[in-house]
């Protein structure tokens, strides 16, 4: 499945407050795994 691959902590500003950001990657071979 997914993965993280980085964080911004409280990168983005909205409704008032910060937010961090969670980056996520996936591979196409750990997909095509799933699959079969």
Not at 1 to 14: A, D, P, T, Y
Not at 20 to 30: P, Q
């Amino acid at each position: 499945g997914f993965s993280v691959e980085g964080n911004l902590k409280e990168e983005l500003f909205r409704f008032g407050s910060y937010h961090d950001i969670h980056i996520m990657g996936l591979l196409r071979k750990d997909l095509e795994n799933e699959k079969a």
